[in-house]
């Protein structure tokens, strides 16, 4: 069964703070990974994708894998208020036919 | 910047009748799938299609459930005989390429009375 865990939270932050927010997944076949944001009551919008080991940065977003110890980490720097939402980490496992599995999600409260 | 579009926002329904969830994937897209999501629980996926065929389908998605492209633009899934258990919200989503980034439509919440 591959898994995808997203065991902590809910995570509360202030403004101007660095939000991390992590992921692991339980088979090493896996591809590709994704950080989506999901707003109550709204559809999972794309944050990030990453490929391969290391880190990806895009704006305030890092991502991060290791596939080593099969975890995925997403960096939120300089949270803002507007970045209080569920945030979901989704694999992609080889084979699979490219179907996402997805963590059940950490949310994030940005305070003011 | 092209986007996946869903119709009904929402399906209010009775228990046992069918209903048809409607897409529009991002036009140069060749990979769709359809996900749901019960009140607060995971986001599930239900089943993918490529190149006019079901590639995978998970457990949920049993005789009931069925997927079509009618044409060149939509993507549908129905569900013949609705349960209680189905309310749920339903996604659609494409992709361009395999194991590709999947983009999702806005969804539909299906509510069985």
């Known amino acids: 069964q591959k898994e995808v865990e997203q065991n902590s939270g809910p995570l509360s932050v202030p403004e101007g703070a660095i939000a991390s927010l992590n992921c692991t997944y339980s088979d090493r076949g896996s591809q590709s990974f994704f950080w989506y944001r999901q707003y109550s009551g709204k559809s999972p919008e794309l944050i990030m994708s990453i490929y391969s080991n290391g880190d990806k940065e895009d704006g305030r977003f890092t991502a991060q894998l290791n596939k080593a110890s099969q975890y995925v980490s997403l960096l939120i720097r300089d949270s803002q208020p507007s970045d209080s939402a569920t945030y979901l980490c989704a694999g992609a496992y080889t084979g699979a036919n490219s179907k996402l599995t997805f963590g059940k999600g950490i949310t994030l409260s940005v305070r003011p | 910047e092209p986007e996946v579009t869903q119709t009904p926002s929402h399906q209010v329904t009775q228990m046992g009748q069918e209903v048809i969830l409607r897409c529009v994937p991002i036009?140069?897209?060749?990979?769709f799938y359809w996900y749901r999501q019960i009140l607060g629980q995971k986001v599930e996926f239900l089943v993918s299609f490529y190149n006019n065929e079901i590639s995978e389908k998970s457990e949920i998605f049993d005789d009931q459930f069925s997927v079509e492209r009618p044409d060149g633009s939509n993507f549908t899934l129905k569900i013949r005989s609705t349960k209680l258990e189905d309310s749920a919200m339903y996604f659609c989503?494409?992709?361009?390429?395999?194991?590709?980034?999947?983009?999702f439509g806005p969804g539909t919440r299906l509510t069985v009375l």
């Open positions: 989503a494409s992709s361009q390429e395999y194991a590709d980034t999947q983009y």
């Open positions: 036009s140069n897209h060749l990979y």
